[in-house]
């Protein structure tokens, strides 16, 4: 190419490419297409990630039984609670062991094991304690692991309020050291 060739193309103006018909109209449709359909997903979305943006609540205590009922000795109550997991909505019942230790204090323990969480009784064996029967663990009257399960027994908040106990969510196990 010789200098007075490469002088006339680099003053020629730039040539723009024009859209045909057929590619405006399939921008066009495409564009359109992605709009409806990110109408018709984001509530999709927003469904499912709806219940993971709600906060959670305190948790609620429930009225068990009456505070006179209660005795040195573990007693199994049942209870339900009114459960709300995302849209399902639902009234589990549940229980506890609910007792009074030495000093006239009342306490009440989960009754979910903690080895694999089959349900713990009372005194089956007639020794003064918990045992599961699905692996032996044992635990003592405060929920302390004897045997088997590598933690004590979760205990619920209690409340006493007009003469009844009320429970609330469950937590770790205060009363073992």
Avoid at 44 to 57: E, I, S, T, W, Y
Wanted: hydrophobic share 35%.
């Amino acid at each position: 190419m010789s200098n007075h060739e490469q002088h006339e193309t680099a003053h020629q103006p730039v040539q723009r490419k024009e859209m045909s018909r057929r590619q405006f109209l399939s921008y066009t449709l495409g564009g359109t297409t992605a709009f409806m359909m990110g109408g018709a997903v984001l509530p999709m979305v927003r469904f499912a990630v709806d219940p993971l943006l709600v906060k959670k609540g305190e948790g609620t205590y429930v009225k068990v039984v009456e505070e006179s009922k209660i005795t040195n000795e573990p007693q199994d109550f049942k209870f339900k609670i009114h459960q709300v997991d995302g849209w399902y909505v639902s009234d589990p019942e549940l229980s506890a062991w609910i007792s009074k230790d030495a000093n006239g204090n009342i306490f009440a323990l989960s009754p979910v094991c903690k080895h694999l969480g089959c349900t713990i009784a009372w005194n089956t064996k007639g020794k003064s304690e918990y045992d599961c029967p699905c692996h032996d663990a044992r635990y003592t009257k405060d929920g302390k692991n004897l045997a088997v399960a590598p933690k004590p027994l979760d205990e619920y908040e209690v409340k006493l309020e007009n003469g009844f106990v009320y429970l609330g969510p469950v937590k770790p196990n205060t009363r073992t050291s």
